[in-house]
């Protein structure tokens, strides 16, 4: 199981979050977001191993602007949030292959989960992009820090992994073991972990690391 670190912006905790060697750090390119970056720094971006994938996280971007985050910011991933059609991914990705045809992007759309939700609607994705998200529906397209009832998961019979958000937190993270579904590709881990919006909490992320990797779940 891999771990995504989201909503990074300080370059020193970037620094010292890629010394836990994350397999995603996430970069929020929404302006209305708590953890907007609007100018990374781009030095401590190109000082990270190659193993970590830089994502950017977007909602109703423009394409060629997340293009152009692409480029600048030697992003290796790109979390679409907001409410993207199956036709915006795959332009996305059409332009991903033309300006950047030696390097594969991952595409990653994300989706507010509710009791109600129907995971059959998100059936269009599938040949589009390369992973799901599931987090908590809310009108700030996530980082709200509230968890969903997992067990809704169980309704989901797709063949495509899936980040798991919302909420995660040193506290509910034992429970993610106990779930029925293996289709879980990456945790993603944010707002739990924070002394103050964009600001992560090492130590707290360190003993998560620790115990999300010693399970060992692939």
């Known amino acids: ?3 995504k670190v989201c909503g990074m912006r300080d370059p020193q905790n970037i620094k010292s979050l890629a010394e836990l060697n994350p397999d995603y750090i996430g970069l929020i390119f929404y302006s209305e977001s708590k953890r907007y970056v609007s100018d990374p720094d781009i030095a401590v971006l190109s000082s990270l191993s190659p193993s970590i994938k830089l994502t950017g996280v977007f909602v109703d971007e423009k394409e060629e602007e997340v293009v152009q985050k692409v480029i600048t910011y030697g992003l290796s991933a790109v979390q679409l ?34 009791s109600a939700f ?21 009108s700030d397209h996530g980082g709200s820090g509230i968890v969903f009832d997992w067990t809704i998961l169980d309704q989901y019979v797709g063949e495509k992994m899936f980040f798991l958000s919302g909420g995660l937190s040193p506290e509910n993270i034992d429970d993610i073991f106990n779930l029925a579904t293996k289709k879980i590709h990456a945790l993603d881990l944010n707002s739990k972990f924070e002394t103050e919006p964009g600001l992560k909490n090492i130590v707290s992320l360190k003993s998560a690391f620790q115990l999300i990797r010693a399970n060992k779940i692939s």
């Open 81 to 114: 949030h907001g409410s993207e059609s199956p036709l915006y991914c795959e332009n996305l990705s059409k332009k991903f292959n033309s300006q950047l045809p030696d390097v594969k992007i991952e595409l990653i759309k994300a989706f507010g989960v509710h």
């Open 1 to 3: 199981m891999k771990i």
């Open 118 to 138: 129907d995971f059959s609607t998100i059936e269009v994705y599938n040949e589009i992009v390369d992973y799901f998200l599931f987090d908590t529906k809310t």
